[in-house]
């Protein structure tokens, strides 16, 4: 408490006032509750499809400065594609309107499925990179050099690309 406050309150105590409590009129003596029926708006609840797919194009590449910035080793996300990888790596980069940084669905490191490319090459990849702004709506498989003259190169329309659900995190009791 404040000094001036205390002072105050020592200075000129509160009063207590005894007036008798003022009656209530007697039509509001006289109401009880009841039931009101209230109408609310039934907003119809869209329900989501079992699995969010998106039609895009996929490509390959490789780490190589034609293909990639001066750094062609270091994907957007920061990570450093192993030396020795191969299309089993399993890495994925998107065009930028997939991105959740510019309003699309994907985050960096999310895991993916694509389906429709090939037989070698269809399944789960992790995003890890980013194409170039000019391309939209496209993924880039990473491939090595090697597996992209053995035929592993090309350009796919109309691929399929779904999130997969994330994984469980195992915690102990």
């Known amino acids: 408490m404040s000094i001036a406050l205390f002072l105050l309150t020592f200075l000129f105590p509160p009063r207590t006032i005894s007036v008798p409590a003022l009656a209530l009129p007697s039509t509001v ?6 039931p009101v029926a209230v109408a609310i708006p039934v907003v119809p609840v869209k329900k989501a499809p079992k699995t969010l797919s998106y039609r895009v194009t996929a490509t390959t590449y490789w780490p190589e400065v034609g293909q990639t910035d001066d750094a062609p080793m270091e994907t957007a996300d920061g990570s450093i594609i192993p030396t020795r990888h191969s299309s089993k790596t399993r890495w994925l980069a998107v065009s930028r309107d997939m991105l959740a940084k510019w309003g699309g669905p994907f985050h960096f490191g999310e895991k993916v499925r694509v389906q429709g490319i ?26 090595n050099e090697r597996e992209c003259k053995n035929g592993l190169e090309g350009r796919w329309p109309d691929i399929r690309l779904s999130k997969v659900a994330p994984e469980p995190v195992w915690e102990a009791s």
């Open 29 to 34: 003596a006289s109401l009880s509750p009841r």
């Open 118 to 143: 090939s037989e070698a090459l269809d399944g789960v990849y992790i995003i890890h990179d980013t194409m170039n702004r000019r391309h939209r709506h496209c993924v880039d498989v990473l491939v």
